[in-house]
């Protein structure tokens, strides 16, 4: 029977009885309608603004990397936190040990020069220690008596300068009084004599200080010695111990290190002398009391970079204004600027390779955290502990280069033949991990949508990155 004779209540059912045999689920359709409501749309629906993966999904995956990363940072920092505390309780023995290493960098080359001639390793070694201390009690020798002498006639002309200050500040701008300047001379000498038991604890722990460095300089010239003769042994030993892929690799990064570590030494050690030499020169012609001495301190001063020398041409700029007026201080000044300016634009970049070179900033906060810590020792060991820290950061990072196939190993100028092989290694590795990643996307476009989903990794994998 047509539909148009029924009746509009038996119509409308009819109609509903016809779109209810529909497909509910047929794609690019909806649910039907209820009775009375517009009709469904015809065709597939219109695309929204989230047609790709869910957006859910990609937030927490990126929410899960940076948790990831903030997890590896926090353990890294707990395991320096262990290695500090610890260091922190053995410092007495691993004072020695840095140290012997660094004079070893600058004696090394003096014993390699003996085996050559034919001395066996332990006649070298003893050569080159008797010879190096008989240098340095040559010059502590020839420096003290002039010390001496005329520390006496700096004294008495310090006082002549105290008396200008107080007849400067009697002046204008201060106008202070003979009573005034006696009742601030006589609190200051009071709040000393207070001290008198602080000054006397400080003195014991003074002499304490002093018998520790005497233990600690017996122990660095037996641990130099050591260094020096079976220093050629070492890499081996490593190599043994630790196998063959962790042993090229250390020794690569060692080697470096030694490298490096000895060439900033020596280098300083030009450069210091240099300055000493051109500053002594300059303190002798104006007939500066202790002019050997303070180009002594130059020379010692140059081995902590920057503050170094400005420390030690302070003091040389104050002596020359304590016993001979402003007007020798200010060439005093104007040498030592001098001096400091060649050393700065000439003789660091021609002695120094590009390697070698770190920021003044990073050199800065070097010495600055070393001497809060460690005070003198912690800012001579400051720039050396930075120059080989700053190896291994760029050794790891063309590790990460070959693993990452930015370069190869024929780009890298490796310092060891065990270097060589480390690199051809991490190449051939990542070569091989591009192709199974590539075969794995083969298998994934063109395989079942399980296949293109692996299963979510468990937390140590997660927490490792081996996702």
Known sequence: MPTHDLPHEARAAASLDVRAEEPADEPGHRPPPVPGSRPRPEGPPAPTTNVGIDRMRVVGDGLRFVTAWCLRAVIIAAALWLVWWVLSRVWFGVLPILLALIVATLLAPVVALGRRIGLPASLATILTLVLSFALLVGVLAGLVPSIVTQSREIFGQAGEGVDQVRRWISGPPLNL???????????????????????????????????????????????????????????????????????????????????????????????????????????????????????????????????????????????????????????????????????????????????????????????????????????????????????????????????????????????????????????????????????????????????????RPGFLAWLCGRH
Do not use: C
């Open 177 to 455: 009084d003979d009573a005034q300047i006696d009742e601030y001379l006589t609190s200051a000498i009071s709040w000393i004599q207070e001290r008198s038991s602080e000054a006397a604890g400080a003195v014991a722990s003074g002499l304490g200080a002093v018998g520790s460095a005497l233990v600690t300089l017996g122990l660095m010239v037996v641990l130099l010695f050591f260094f020096l003769k079976d220093g050629p042994k070492f890499l081996p030993w490593v190599r043994r111990v630790t196998g063959r892929t962790v042993g090229r690799h250390l020794t690569e990064a060692l080697t470096r290190m030694w490298t490096t570590l000895g060439g900033f030494i020596r280098t300083q050690a030009i450069v210091s002398a240099v300055d000493a030499v051109l500053i002594g020169a300059g303190l002798l012609i104006l007939q500066v009391p202790l002019a050997l001495t303070l180009a002594v301190l130059t020379f010692l001063g140059g081995f902590i970079p920057i503050v170094g020398a400005v420390v030690a041409g302070g003091i040389a700029v104050l002596v020359a204004l304590v016993t001979q007026g402003f007007t020798s201080a200010l060439i005093v000044l104007a040498i030592v600027i001098g001096v400091q300016q060649i050393e700065g634009n000439v003789l660091q970049p021609m002695l120094q390779g590009r390697s070698m070179q770190m920021h003044p900033g990073i050199v800065l906060l070097a010495v600055a955290g070393g001497s809060t810590l460690f005070g003198i020792i912690g800012a001579f060991l400051a720039v050396p502990f930075a120059a080989t820290f700053v190896v291994g950061l760029r050794y790891l990072s063309e590790q990460v280069d070959l693993r990452s196939g930015d370069v190869s190993a024929a780009e890298i100028p490796f310092a060891t033949p065990e270097g060589y092989v480390a690199g051809a290694q991490a190449e051939h590795a990542a070569t091989s991990a591009r192709e199974a990643e590539q075969a794995a996307m083969a298998v994934a476009q063109h395989g079942s949508v399980a296949s293109a989903a692996p299963p």
